[in-house]
């Protein structure tokens, strides 16, 4: 579904190059879910970009849904995203001119995978029917949330990637919401890479990882990280 060889990166900065992926190894399988963890800048987002195919690798190859996305240009790496992946993250990036359907109805009707019975299911599951005509504007932050993850998972993505996306929100909201996307992915049948601070967010999901120092460990109980076994 998802697999990292050997990515670096490095971003040019005015004190000089910075280096932030030193050699990543990642293989995320179909329904399969994946927390990330590491300190604030150890790369994560530059990760989750990556996985998007939003940025290229230095070296190394990123492949989504088996394509590499370094071989692709831009509008076949667009069409790829719409065609694989649903994006959440913390700033909610509703489109305030539609309405909550609407924005609901969005990816999937882009990705030309609308399905009514499970764009309705959804609108119920995450609490947001009766709520159809109202626009983004007039919902609370955790309804504003609910209503950007129903729109990554209308069009049962094969992968979801979300950054810290309950990180807005204040605790209660942001369990009941986590909790609501974990079943709903199950449902979807899509596979999750999402990043979090929080190991009490990480813990329900299949495996966590830590990024340090460039490179990905599996988290130990010691709070420690190993270089991931491998799975092959
Ligand atoms: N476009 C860029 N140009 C230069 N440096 C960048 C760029 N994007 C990120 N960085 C730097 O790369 C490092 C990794 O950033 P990244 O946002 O991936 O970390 P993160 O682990 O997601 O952090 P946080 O938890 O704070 O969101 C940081 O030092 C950041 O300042």
Redesign the pocket.
Known sequence: MLEFRQVYKT???PQGP?A?LEGVDLELRGGESLALM????????????LAAGLDLPDSGEVLLADRSISALDEPARARLRRDTLGLVFQQFHLVPSLNVLDNLRLQARLAGRETPEWSAHLMQRLGLAGLERRYPEQLSGGQQQRLAIGRALAPRPALLLA??PTGNLDETTAGEVLALLLELVREAGSALLM?T?SAQVAAPLDRCLR?THGRLGALTESGLTQPEPSRR
């Not at 590491?38 to 970009?49: I, R």
């Open positions: 971003y040019a900065t910075l932030v590491g300190e604030s800048g150890s790369g994560k987002s530059t990760l989750l970009h950054d810290e990043v601070h990024l």
